[in-house]
């Protein structure tokens, strides 16, 4: 039992993650359909980035603020140059410049960082906290908790009660129709850019700390949760998303509890696979009647 | 043949559609009897469309049956063809990347015998099959009179003429139902004569008799080349007859003119021709 | 036009078979080592080619099928008793079965492709490969875990062995797979089997509507393909990395063949073939001009093992970028041009 409590408690930790990285796709998704295949690449280089300011100042905090900024600026960075058209294309051509960005970056932090694992402290312990005689989860769960926590908030209540959010949702809804009511819709999608630019890099920041260990292809696995968890909330919501997170955080936390942590991706390749066959037509509901 | 004869023809009965809260068809019911010529009209969103592909199997009906041959019929879009039912698209639809013989050659897939062996190793079976469906499909092109482009690639086709390769490919499967979305639809008034020709001349073909459902706009077309019209509108049958009949009812007029009364003036009077590929 | 076509395909098959015995014959063991590596690259490539290009499926997993190929092609020659040594007899029926049960794989892999589309089809075949590490450790005891298996040595038939290296055996082999392999899907592209892959990437509708099950020709697609792959990745565990381990067949891999195939044009087998040459020598010379920088060792290395894949990087995105309409035919033009400037670029030596 309390195994259950703990793997629990841990899985939903871990979906925080998750649910960043699924937020991080689905809001360039939603407005563009396009998948960033390089959004975890691009999070491990603003990982590095914080890594970096950390060794050098001394601060955890300006190194952290540091990786958010950088994330973001990578996100615009990103859209305005190789995805710049990247949205009036064919599926195939988007997911393959982000697969290109992928290898660029990791090659290119790799060449100056070196191949191997470099340190990423956390910001708090990771020592467990016992609650009633069961340890629990640590300060750094809790600090991931409550980050994640936070920046939904925040995006939520932008989304909702913000002129911004609102023109981000028109954008979302139909571009189109967004442009002719004077949205700049260049604009709102680069801000979407950047938004998943920062969510990637606290992903990244919460995450490389706990286990993985900082080197170019750290967020690589995290990338396929991400993205499972996106698929579970069905890519276009951000709430779905969110869900997403928290239920493959759950499943993987039970699988490696009680299967064995070697099958960790093996259970989220099962997991995607499962979600993917039983809810197609909830993904693609129309498509074939629309094209005839 | 116990209970169905292949003479029964095509009918509809009863066919509701919904999609959400939106009824697309309500209680459509109408038949194409065997060698006839059948017009589908109607305002923009009038649901002939979608009763297309309620009859190809793309949308399933919430109510309603369907017999083809005397049968009930469930229709699959890729069972069509095997059964006797060609359908061609309103995008055209050809295989932009093939060229217009091999679009044609397609048609002939339920007819393909040489199997993934003989197609690796290059067998020369699977080449005596493939000449005879090239010429097959060559004299194809050449009864819609576009076989001189039998080898240039479908994208790179003018629009009539991927019209007419389309149309080919749906004759070459030999149907005894051609379902044709919008035949004139982008054509100039040079290509309507002999189009409406081909299409009157299908019932009563002596190779291999084939009737007609068509949705088109150009109302001149369609009253040239059709035994009967059925008229729809907002999903509900609104008339059918002979084209004169349609012509003098006064329920059609106002369903057209409720909508958009230049609708059906422009639609038939200007003949509009696309020299480029339509987005 | 279509009996001239097939007539051509094997005419000039022998004759680069010709040509490659030629050239094995006269190449030192050092070439012919490497001309197993292009050989197992060319086989997956002409697999993915016909995925991607002819079908319009995308796979970002064809690594963890060769990863297939290669573990059961050691299973198979690890079966028979430890030290001795492989016969040509057991080399040839270990690339078969590494071809067979990656084949096999691709079933069921394709049964699922089948249902999925653009981004969804690519994230899924991303996880298909990143599991290719989960389960060999998993099954540690049968696969080896992260060590893999190695392989027994491969032995050159007796009435050969007088004239022919080990080397050049394995070259002769691996080349005459890929030769092989390239006949088998040259054949079927041109095809009316390979004519309704294409029809379905060109137009699912219009493919259902002439008769075709879409879901079966692209998992049909998906096997062939998946077949190829498991020869390439038998050949290159077998005879070039003479082990199969989890750190061969990464998602690296999967991009290198996704370079070569996009380079090479997307659709053309002769395509593949040019792009599996620049990308692997393309790295070579990338590597060879970093060596003559004059840095410390450990820069170097750092630079040799990361830059040709930066490079190739760049070059996905800019060959993508400036083709943005469509995939088709198209990219097959860049291919010249880039071995023009492999030829300037290797001529500064």
Known sequence: MDRFVFLTVNGVALGAIYASVAIALVIIFRTTRVLNFAQGAMAVASAYGGMAVIEYSGSYWLGFTTALVLGGALGAAARLTVFRSADRQGHLNPIVIGIGLLIVIESALAIAFGPTERHLSTAFSRDLLHLGGTALLSRQDLFTLLAVGVVMSLLAWTLTRTRIGLQMRATAFNPVVARLHGIKVGHILTLGWVIAGVVGALAAMLVVPTGLGLFPQAMDLVFVLGFTSAVIGGLDSLSGAMIGGVATGLALSYASGYLGSELTYVAAFVLLLGVLLLKPAGLFAGTTARSV | MLKGSPDSGLSVSGVTVQFGGLRALEDVTLSVPPRSVVGLVGPNGAGKTTLFNVVSGFVRPSAGQLTWDGHPFHPKPRRLVRQGIARTLQDVGLFPHLTAVENVMLGRTTQRRAGYVSSLLGLPGSARDERESRRISTEGLDRLGVAQHAERQASALPYPVQKRVALARALVTRPRLLLLDEPAGGLGAEDFEPLAELVKSLPGDPDSPCSVLLVEHHMDFVMGVCDQVVVLDFGRLVAAGTPSEIQSDPAVAAAYLGIDPTDIEVDAGTAVTLTEEPA | ?349
């Open chain 3, 1 to 349: 036009m279509l009996q001239i076509k097939l007539v051509r395909h094997g005419l000039l098959t022998l004759a680069a078979a010709a040509v490659v015995a030629l050239l094995v014959l006269q190449s030192e063991d050092v070439s012919n080592f490497e001309y197993i590596q292009v050989a197992a690259y060319v086989c997956a490539a002409a697999g993915l080619t016909l995925l991607i290009g002819v079908n319009g499926q995308l796979s970002l997993g064809h690594a963890a099928l060769m990863a297939v190929g290669a573990y059961s092609a050691a299973l198979y020659l690890r079966s028979g008793s430890e030290d001795s040594l492989a016969s040509a007899g057991d080399l040839f029926v270990a690339l078969l079965v590494g071809s067979v049960t990656a084949a096999v794989v691709g079933i069921a892999v394709g049964a699922v492709a089948a249902r999925l589309r653009g981004p969804y089809l690519a994230g899924a075949t991303l996880a298909l490969g990143a599991c290719v590490v989960g389960v060999t450790t998993y099954f540690d005891h049968l696969l080896g875990g992260d060590q893999g298996l190695t392989m027994p040595l491969t032995e050159v038939p007796a009435p050969l062995s007088a004239a022919l290296t080990s080397y050049q055996w394995s070259a002769l082999v691996s080349l005459g797979t890929a030769l092989l392999v390239l006949f088998l899907l040259t054949n079927l592209k041109y095809s009316p089997v390979g004519r309704e892959m294409a029809a379905v990437r060109d137009h699912e509708v219009a493919a259902q509507l002439c008769g075709l099950s879409v879901a079966r020709v692209q998992i049909n697609t998906f096997v062939v393909s998946s077949a190829a792959a498991g020869a390439g990745g038998a050949i290159l565990g077998v005879l070039y990395l003479q082990i199969a381990s989890p750190g061969a067949f990464t998602l690296f891999l999967s991009i290198y063949l996704l370079a070569a195939v996009v380079i090479g044009g997307l659709g053309s087998m002769r395509g593949a073939v040019i792009g599996t040459v620049i990308v692997l020598y393309f790295g070579r010379l990338i590597e060879d001009r970093v060596a003559h920088l004059g840095l410390s060792t450990a820069q170097t290395d750092r630079l040799a093992a990361h830059l040709p894949l930066a490079a190739f990087g760049v070059l996905l995105i800019v060959v993508m970028l400036a083709v943005p309409g469509g995939i088709q035919g198209t990219l097959g033009r860049i291919a010249p041009r880039l071995l023009q400037l492999m030829e300037t670029v290797g001529g500064k030596k």
